[in-house]
């Protein structure tokens, strides 16, 4: 644990929950519920990975597509295959096991969720997970947030890179004013949200700004996500990634409007991170599944041996692929970008050629 209040994730995470519990009766009762599941969650995850004998990690970041209207500048997902994609009945049972085992929460990204009618009702079949659901907000209607208000157990973040000028040059024309309807129906649905932005050298001293934050929190925004770009994917834009000064630069301002503004604000990868600059991916706390169900370390590495249709999240938690990357702690560390997996993408995939799938029976 990192004892700096300001860098370390459980003391934000926390500072968050009582942030939603403060601002309104209705996120009161969200927060409630939310610790609620979380202690009950925890107390599954140290017996099952008691008896497992293999830790079952905290989070997972699951892709459900990866097929998405929009065309980003420099997006990680862009390339990826869509096809032979999750079937619902594949999701619900990756989703109920997710719960029996005792994972905390759930990061829905992709490509972009709501292309998938069925990731609604799934989500708030599944009450015990909290699940965090990053969209472009494209698709959201009044209908849509009402329905994740209603869930009780899902944040909605709307992905932009600032005011008009950073997203509309990077996610294309009218995209700006997309993302703020969409928040605007949320607010109006009453449900707990926020965004997400990627943070390059064009956006960097702009997003940060209490102009923006203001903006912002007016808007009802409860939580702010930014995550240092990484140039993976199809068509990697190396243009786009900050300097040493402009990470500084950026990371003394996050600390300093955490301290002021009423929104929570996390920031990857330091806050992952913390002072030992260490990644946390690679089943050490989180795991990346991606469409097809391969079990990734990270959203930025998409590099699997072992999938999760071969033998459900077992096969995750016992991956002997993800456990050699944990013994080698030079791969967790970063050096020129924000993912340190990524820094070492050429060990891993290393170690993948010397990893067999793992084949194991549900249990």
């Not at 995550?227 to 996050?254: A, K, T, W």
């Amino acid at each position: 644990m990192v004892e700096d209040k300001d860098e370390n994730v459980g003391s934000l995470v926390k500072a968050s929950l009582r942030m939603w519990g403060k601002s309104s009766p209705r996120r009161f009762l969200f927060f409630v519920h939310v610790v609620w599941r979380m202690w009950r969650g925890e107390r599954r995850r140290v017996r099952q990975s008691r008896i497992l004998g293999s830790s079952v990690c905290r989070i997972i970041a699951l892709s459900p597509t990866m097929a998405c209207n929009y065309y980003c500048i420099g997006c990680y997902s862009r390339g990826r295959p869509d096809e032979d994609e999750f079937s619902t009945e594949e999701l619900e049972t990756l989703f109920g096991e997710a719960e029996f085992y005792g994972v905390l929460a759930m990061i829905i990204t992709g490509g972009e969720p709501l292309l998938r009618d069925d990731i609604l009702p799934l989500m708030k079949r599944h009450r015990k997970i909290l699940f965090v659901f990053i969209t472009n907000g494209s698709l959201m209607t009044p209908e849509i947030a009402r329905r994740l208000a209603e869930s009780g157990n899902v944040v909605t973040l709307v992905s932009m890179e600032g005011f008009y000028r950073h997203t509309e040059k990077r996610r294309g024309d009218g995209t700006h004013e997309t993302a703020l309807q969409a928040i605007r129906l949320l607010k109006a649905s009453r449900a707990c949200y926020g965004f997400a932005a990627t943070v390059t050298k064009d956006n960097s001293s702009h997003i940060i700004t209490e102009d923006f934050i203001d903006t912002m929190t007016g808007l009802g925004c409860a939580v702010g996500y930014f995550v240092e770009y990484i140039p993976c994917g199809e068509n990697p834009s190396y243009d786009l990634l900050m300097n040493g000064e402009q990470r500084e630069m950026f990371r003394r301002h996050v600390l300093e409007l955490r301290r002021g503004k009423p929104i929570v604000l996390i920031h990857f990868p330091d806050d992952e991170y913390g002072k030992d600059g260490r990644c946390s991916a690679a089943g050490k706390t989180s795991i990346h599944i991606n469409s097809q169900g391969g079990v990734e370390p990270c959203p930025f590495v998409d590099i699997a041996v072992d999938n999760v249709r071969r033998g459900g999240l077992v096969s995750a938690f016992r991956s002997s692929f993800l456990q050699k990357i944990r013994e080698r702690p030079e791969l967790l560390t970063r050096n020129g970008y924000a993912c340190a997996l990524f820094d070492h993408r050429v060990q891993v995939e290393d170690i993948a050629g010397q990893c067999q799938p793992r084949t194991v029976d549900r249990e």
